[in-house]
């Protein structure tokens, strides 16, 4: 009979960076098709993202008993009403960033005033969460168990920092990289806010960066 493969904290760090790797498939796209719209874009890259999101979902639980999902607590009080202020906090840099509220100077600039552009842009960012939570719990999972870390430091949003948020530096210039640097360590203090119930995690994170 094989013998069972043992399970070590490094495989985690390996799941968190292949949830990295699939940010990677909006530029590979972008190389292999030419003059797609906005909203087109928007799609395909949903699809792959969500793609690789489940596919790491099922692939952690099946091969390394972890499943993302366990967890499930709803905030008490004192850690909602901190949460609705880091969600707001963020809410308001992004307001200032982009010069008024995200969706409707994205809605009136880039997206050219289409409601299916709009619809689109938001599956995208609804996608990419997906894979910003999935790197967070993955890395907390590997911290702690690697170097014995406090489950009260958001290692899984310093490890998203130092990979999505980093890159985007070379993507999105000095103030886009500052920007994901501290949205990549106030999401991963929610997930700890949402004691790693992942599904709360979601939710918190996704009105935070849609908005």
């Given amino acids: 009979m094989e013998k069972e493969k043992k399970i070590l904290p490094i495989d985690f760090l390996w799941l968190a960076l292949y949830a990295f790797a699939g940010f990677s498939l909006e530029l590979i796209l972008g190389m292999v098709t030419n003059g797609l719209s906005v909203a087109v874009n928007a799609a395909l ?3 792959l993202w969500s793609g690789v999101s489940l596919f ?3 692939y952690a639980k099946k091969r390394f008993d972890f499943d993302v999902f366990s967890t499930s607590h709803s905030p008490d009080k004192k850690k909602l009403v901190a949460i609705l202020v880091l969600v707001a906090a ?3 840099v992004t307001t200032i960033g982009f010069g008024g509220f995200k969706p409707v100077v994205e809605f009136n600039g880039e997206l050219n005033r289409s409601a299916s552009a709009l619809v689109f842009r938001t599956m995208y960012y609804l996608a990419e969460c ?3 939570v999935l790197v967070i719990a993955f890395g907390q999972k590997f911290c702690e168990a690697q170097f ?3 489950p009260h430091f958001p290692s899984g949003g310093l490890l998203l920092a130092i990979t999505w948020g980093l890159i985007h530096f070379l ?3 000095f103030s886009g990289g500052v920007y994901t640097l501290f949205f990549s360590l106030v999401a991963g203090v ?3 806010l949402c004691e790693k119930d992942l599904r709360w995690t979601y939710l918190f994170v996704a009105v935070a960066f849609i908005l």
Wanted: glycine share 4%; net charge neutral; proline share 0%.
């Fill in 56 to 58: 790491l979902i099922y």
């Fill in 190 to 192: 929610l997930y700890l």
């Fill in 130 to 132: 997906s894979l910003i």
């Fill in 171 to 173: 993507l999105q210039g």
């Fill in 148 to 150: 014995q870390l406090s």
């Fill in 45 to 47: 890259t949903a699809i």
């Fill in 90 to 92: 963020v809410i308001l």
